[in-house]
T-cell receptor, first 113, second 114 residues
């Protein structure tokens, strides 16, 4: 059974700092990994999708990497802003049936002005 | 990308009643899913909504409690039946347009059962 863990569970940084969020998964047989952000009480916004054959994806100040063999992904946020404050979730799509998506536990980020 | 509209956005319901949540997508999608997010927790998949046939439920979720309909490729409903306070959660609709593609989510329905 796929298990997805995110470290740290919570993170507080001053504005402008670069930061890294970590995601690890137990079964490397994945199709893809996706990073989302969730604002309090809201739905999920897709940030980046990395296919299993890719090593990284970039979008603006965000860069996500994937090391499938070691079961790890990182989300790098450059020059953090207060608007980045949210919970960040990673999710892996596993190679079974209809590609069930398993979510991580989330990292709650607070960027202090 | 897909634009997903979920209704209602929130509701407060009496225990023992039922609530139907609607999910409308602005384009046809092959795959639709329903998730539950309990307070302070991550997302758990309830079921896959299959167009024209019965939904596929995950372990721990049953059709009598969470009946799902999907009459076409752009619309689905999830009903939370005979509600109890333990059903208080955010319920989210998600879509993907084919295997190995990006998943998109609605804004969720925040349900409180009193």
């Amino acid at each position: 059974k796929q298990e997805v863990t995110q470290i740290p569970a919570a993170l507080s940084v001053p504005e402008g700092e670069n930061l890294v969020l970590n995601c690890s998964f137990t079964d490397s047989a994945i199709y893809n990994l996706q990073w989302f952000r969730q604002d309090p009480g809201k739905g999920l916004t897709s940030l980046l999708l990395i296919q299993s054959s890719q090593r990284e994806q970039t979008s603006g100040r965000l860069n996500a990497s994937l090391d499938k063999s070691s079961g790890r992904s990182t989300l790098y946020i450059a020059a953090s802003q207060p608007g980045d404050s949210a919970t960040y979730l990673c999710a892996v799509s596993v190679k079974e049936g209809y590609q069930k998506v398993t979510f991580g536990t989330g990292t709650k980020l607070q960027v202090i002005p | 990308s897909a634009v997903i509209s979920q209704k209602p956005s929130r509701d407060i319901c009496q225990r023992g009643t039922s609530l139907t949540i609607q999910c409308q997508v602005d384009s046809q999608v092959t795959m639709m899913f329903w998730y539950r997010q309990q307070p302070g927790q991550s997302l758990t998949l309830i079921a896959t909504a299959n167009q024209g046939s019965e939904a596929t439920y995950e372990s721990g979720f049953v059709i009598d409690k969470f009946p799902i309909s999907r009459p076409n490729l752009t619309f689905s409903t999830l009903t939370v039946s005979n509600m109890s306070p333990e059903d208080s959660s955010i319920y989210l609709c998600s879509v993907r347009n084919g295997m190995n593609t990006e998943a998109f989510f609605g804004q969720g329905t925040r349900l409180t059962v009193v």
